[in-house]
T-cell receptor
Framework: QQQVKQSPQSLIVQKGGISIINCAYE??????FPWYQQFPGKGPALLIA?????SEKKEGRFTISFNKSAKQFSLHIMDSQPGDSATYFC???????????FGSGTRLQVQP | GAVVSQHPSRVICKSGTSVKIECRSL??????MFWYRQFPKKSLMLMAT?????????EQGVEKDKFLINHASLTLSTLTVTSAHPEDSSFYIC????????????FGPGTRLLVL
């Protein structure tokens, strides 16, 4: 059972554009939602994370938007750069189960 | 800060041998570490949760006798793939959750295992 659904599977954006990746979750017990960036052959690196009591969080060019009623959250990458080309994973965790439940991943390609 | 290392980064072994992968939190203590497996172009699949000083908790379908996990200290967890076979070839990644209570997990760089 996939508890975190991520879309799109792949995304091509022009340099300077906005990249938007969406995730939806099913389990209302989830209370922590991080986004990870992964380059080929490397481990995931934490980008930004949010809790359900906040509707938006911004760190540099990265913004998470959170809609608790819709059980959806999204990552926005402003002014996308070729160096942002990577796979992005959303994830969620809940009290009592500290392991992360990952989305299926989005391969982002930013064209120069 | 919050650096997690893994060793080795890459290993090639013959079928039937055992391989040990180490995961270390370098600048923080981690009561809990996690082991994931990732197939090419796929998401991370949780294999087990490693708790310092106690037995690991394995996910459904993961053979605990096949994938031995030891969490001997607050900074070290090891995964041993016993009697490895070609189907065990994969990218193994660990993560560590700080003892300080943060929800954040920090990932290691991964270990590429190839079983011939």
């Amino acid at each position: 059972q996939q508890q975190v659904k991520q879309s799109p599977q792949s995304l091509i954006v022009q340099k300077g554009g906005i990249s938007i990746i969406n995730c939806a979750y099913e389990n209302t017990a989830f209370d922590y939602f991080p986004w990870y960036q992964q380059f080929p052959g490397k481990g995931p690196a934490l980008l930004i994370a949010i809790r359900p009591d906040v509707s938006e969080k911004k760190e540099g060019r990265f913004t998470i938007s959170f809609n608790k009623s819709a059980k959806q959250f999204s990552l926005h990458i402003m002014d996308s750069q070729p160096g942002d080309s990577a796979t992005y994973f959303c994830a969620a965790t809940r009290p009592g189960r500290r392991a992360l439940t990952f989305g299926s991943g989005t391969r982002l390609q930013v064209q120069p | 800060g919050a650096v997690v290392s893994q060793h080795p980064s890459r290993v090639i072994c013959k079928s039937g041998t055992s391989v040990k992968i180490e995961c270390r939190s370098l600048d923080f203590q981690a009561t809990t570490m996690f082991w994931y497996r990732q197939f090419p172009k796929k998401s991370l699949m949780l294999m087990a949760t490693s708790n310092e000083g106690s037995k690991a908790t394995y996910e459904q379908g993961v053979e605990k006798d096949k994938f031995l996990i030891n969490h001997a200290s607050l900074t070290l967890s090891t995964l041993t793939v016993t009697s490895a076979h070609p189907e065990d070839s994969s990218f193994y990644i660990c993560s560590a959750r700080p003892t300080s209570g943060q929800e954040t997990q920090y990932f290691g760089p991964g270990t590429r295992l190839l079983v011939l």
